[in-house]
């Protein structure tokens, strides 16, 4: 179990999160994004809009996805209920499609296997470029033809599967879905969603709180997804999930960490006899909740990012500091210089859970309520913005927000104190 909220994020660590999308690539058609926002309790729309539900970060994430897709697909009574215009795509975002290889502003296309469509409104009239309207052959595309591109795939109902295929033929990479939920579920139907990018408001909604994401279709199994990442911006939560290959195998039935437990003993024991002599730096590694103060002793660290700088710090499941941890929102992450074995033994020897360790050390309250460690001449303090469960230890990824580099004689080294009796069990 991890805590997702609260994690402060800035907004280029959105956009990079996301990002990959644009280049994200199907077998046989374009990839295929479908992007929704859903109440508390599972409505996706109120009167029949989403407006209600949409906030300005989700507003910020809809415009991001959409400036990453060659094609926004949508279905003609989302067109009609939410009076669809042409995307708009600021000159920036313009530029780095061009870059990516893209058109600067992606088109629109809309399912419709009766054509029940206002031919004269602002969508087909003012787009940079024609929309697309993917049909059926039994369908008077005539009108249509004049002001879109016709895409025709199947005889009484649109048959998605082939319409995908044909827009793959003309170069299409990836595909947003902006629903609506009909059109949703004839993609889930089919297994065609890639993934699901989906914001929860948070609110109730109630009465008929209508069909759901997929509206009424009914999948014959479970199309299992994984999580890619979630955020939160003032109760909105941001979930991104990815279609796996496969259903999972049950892991009710399979011990935790089974997974990443190690079968080879032979090099098991090969890899930790190098790790041994490695004499990578180490660090002192202090959080606290508002409450409860924590610090360790910790060889698990490194520099992650240069642009923007972040930084990762790895903690055992098992380590005081990891629960306090679990509820800080930032560390100080210490660089004791070669020498001072003293306070390396003071936070790798003793636990948390037995001593305070900060009893024995003078100290003082830092940037965001962080705790410094007076006797360290180096350290900084970073905003938990991610976790990483990598299997007996948890990675941090910090963004520096302050920090002081005074002088020092160089950093103190795991060979230094790989003779300190650890405090607890890795």
């Known amino acids: 179990m991890r805590r997702l909220v609260p994690r402060a994020v800035e907004p280029n660590d959105v956009e990079s999160a996301y990002a990959d999308l644009a280049g994200q690539r199907a077998e046989g058609r374009p990839y295929v994004a479908v992007n929704m926002v859903a109440s508390v309790d599972g409505a996706i729309s ?13 507003r910020f994430v809809f415009h991001f996805l959409r400036s990453l897709a060659d094609v926004i697909l949508v279905g003609a009574q989302t ?7 042409p995307p708009k795509v600021s000159e920036d975002r313009q530029a780095e499609r061009v870059a990516r290889g893209q ?7 809309i399912v419709s296997g009766s054509l029940d469509l206002d031919w004269s ?18 369908a008077d595309a005539s009108e249509a033809r004049q002001v879109a591109d016709v895409v025709v795939a199947g005889k009484d109902r649109v048959d998605l599967t082939a319409a995908l295929a044909l827009l793959g033929e003309q170069g299409v990479g990836v595909v947003l879905c902006e629903g609506g939920p009909t059109l949703n579920g004839v993609l889930a139907a089919d297994d065609l969603i890639d993934e699901l990018c989906l914001t929860i408001a948070p609110a109730l909604v109630g009465g008929d709180v209508g069909t759901g994401v997929l509206g009424h279709t009914h999948l014959d199994d479970l199309l299992p997804m994984r ?6 911006d003032e109760g909105d939560l941001f979930l991104r999930y990815r279609r796996t290959a496969a259903r999972p195998a049950d892991r009710a039935s399979r011990p935790v960490g089974e997974a990443l437990a190690p079968t080879d003993d032979d090099t098991v024991e ?5 790790m041994a002599d490695l004499d990578y730096p180490m660090i002192v590694v202090t959080a606290t909740d508002g409450h409860e103060r924590s610090g360790c002793l910790a060889g698990f660290a490194t520099q992650v990012s240069i642009h923007p700088p972040r930084y990762m710090v790895w903690i055992s499941k098992k380590n005081h500091t990891y629960k306090v941890a679990c509820r800080a929102d930032t ?6 210089a070669s020498g001072q074995h003293d306070l390396a033994e003071l936070f790798g020897s003793e636990t948390g859970d037995h001593v305070d360790k900060f009893a024995s050390c003078e100290w003082h309250e830092g940037p965001e309520g962080a705790v410094i460690v007076d006797a360290i001449p180096r350290w900084f303090v970073g905003r938990i913005t991610e976790t990483f469960d990598s299997g007996d230890h948890v990675g941090f990824l910090l963004q520096p927000l302050d920090g002081e ?9 795991f060979q230094e104190v790989k003779g300190i009796p650890p405090g607890h069990r890795a």
Not at 227 to 232: D, G, P, S, T
Not at 405 to 413: A, F, I, M, T, Y
């Open 121 to 138: 409104s602002r969508l087909f009239t003012e787009s940079p470029s024609r929309p697309l309207v993917l049909t059926v052959s039994s």
């Open 46 to 58: 109120v009167e029949g809009r989403t407006k209600a539900m949409s906030s300005e970060a989700d």
């Open 405 to 413: 580099c005074r002088p020092w004689s160089g950093q103190l080294g």
């Open 270 to 274: 090969v890899f930790n006899d190098i």
């Open 103 to 109: 058109a600067p502003v992606p088109r629109i296309a």
């Open 331 to 336: 560390f100080a992450v210490h660089f004791p």
């Open 227 to 232: 999580v890619v990442h979630a955020f939160e």
């Open 79 to 85: 067109v009609r209920a939410e009076n669809y215009g």
